[in-house]
């Protein structure tokens, strides 16, 4: 048997004790961060949107803008975020995160004007859909490596059916019945009484951390080998690690940067305006909240497929599949007018952001390994959250200056179309320039 590590193997009775690999536990945690992650979510807060409006006596583009700023600036503090991450752990952070989101859910119920609301926004934005989210991904990576794009399937199929496709939908039943204070109020105990200690009891850092291997075993194991010798081994799994630095310096950062960024951006205009967008073509608002469980439950599909495809397959091409479905979803969003229109176009959309999900939260690890991972992460999430910001006011803008959203949407399709062609040509894996020796006189 290799050699333990005596105090990582002594770190946690938990993490022992368990019949199975620990990495399943992680598995859950983080599925569970996820889907805690959706009171800062654009598709959640869409369903507030109106009653901002009402409430507060605000335009569509003024909370388009508010939310631009809150958004924008809460994308500022991701790198920070992340960098807390690798010096801290996932486990403190995961408690000190969902302890501040709780806090904002609850704020978000004294909103009184305008600035109060931008305040708000930032909160959710930096705290759930941005810290929240950021952690719950990165301690899944650091727990698998080899089936990676499984694990990551697995997780994002859950987070669809239970986070996208159950929220909207528990949001807009408890609306009429607590208003939408009250509502906020709830979402936040909920962070406090439920994510906050099991957050604490599940989280655990590394692998390495606790004696064991990424995935249960080490780089060359027979998976039978695995049920007649554990592993306990405290070594790091052969991967290749760039720092955030060396990775700033690559265009392939940059170019996969801006195809999450398009989708960040016009995901985030479509479904901040989805109720807008399906009134305007003489649908209901209760026909748009409910197209969030076909987008859903077709996410979930696709997320537990593509993740399986992810540990086999490129994913610059399952990126630029996504990106294509995002352009589709663009061109025809300005001509839905059934109910049978809107469920094809949540099946697309699902299929889109399915593949997105799979490949955003597993990708940076594939391409740079897990030892600086958050805050290579964290830079990452911080130009897609900022991204995230400019389609609603740019889709809120348009609206208000032209009465209608189809030449902002059929405009904005041509971007992710182009990305995508560009990500499959030049969007490989980057490698390190291998080391020669030099010859001596």
Known sequence: MPTADHHAARGSRLVHHMPFFYGWVILAAGTLGLVMTSPG????????????????????????????????????????????????????MIVLITVLFGLACLYMGWVQNAFMLCLGFFAL????????????????????????????????????????????????????LYGWRGTYS?????????????????????????????????????????????????????????????????????????????????????????????????LTPTIAASSFVPIAITSA????????????????????????????????????????????FGIIMGMASGLQQTIGNSIWAMYFGRQHLGSITGATTTISVASSAVGPMLFGIARDVWGSYTFVLLTSATLPFALGIAILCLGQRPR????????TN
């Open 125 to 176: 934005r930096a705290l759930g859909q941005g810290s929240l989210s950021l952690v719950s991904r990165i301690v899944v990576n650091q727990w698998w490596v080899r089936r990676r794009g499984f694990a990551i399937g697995i997780v994002g199929m859950s987070y669809a059916l239970i986070g996208r496709a159950g929220f909207p939908v528990l949001i807009n039943a408890f609306i009429p």
């Open 186 to 282: 709830l979402l936040g105990l909920l962070l406090l009484l439920v994510m906050l200690p099991l957050g604490w009891l599940l989280v655990r850092n590394r692998p390495e951390d606790y004696g064991l291997w990424p995935d249960g075993q080490p780089p060359t194991a027979n998976p039978k080998d695995e049920m007649r010798h554990p592993v306990w081994a405290k070594q790091t799994w052969p991967e290749e690690n760039w720092t955030l630095a060396e990775v700033l310096r690559l265009p392939v950062f940059w170019l996969l940067s801006a195809g999450f960024s398009s989708i960040s951006a016009l995901n985030t205009g479509l479904t901040f305006h989805i109720v807008s967008i399906y009134v305007d073509n003489g």
């Open 432 to 439: 390190r320039p291998r080391q020669t020796a030099t010859p």
């Open 41 to 92: 979510q654009t598709y959640a807060i869409s369903i507030f949107i109106e009653h901002f409006i009402g409430d507060l006596g605000l335009s569509r583009s003024y909370v388009s803008t508010l939310y631009m700023i809150g958004t924008v600036s809460a994308s500022f503090a991701m790198p920070v975020v992340g960098r807390q991450i690798d010096r801290h752990g996932s486990r403190a």
């Open 301 to 344: 599909i696709v997320q537990l497929g593509s993740g399986m495809l992810a540990d086999r397959f490129p994913a610059r091409v399952l990126l630029a599949t996504s990106l294509f479905l995002h352009a589709l979803l663009l061109a025809i969003a300005p001509y839905l007018r059934s109910i049978e229109m809107a469920l094809g």
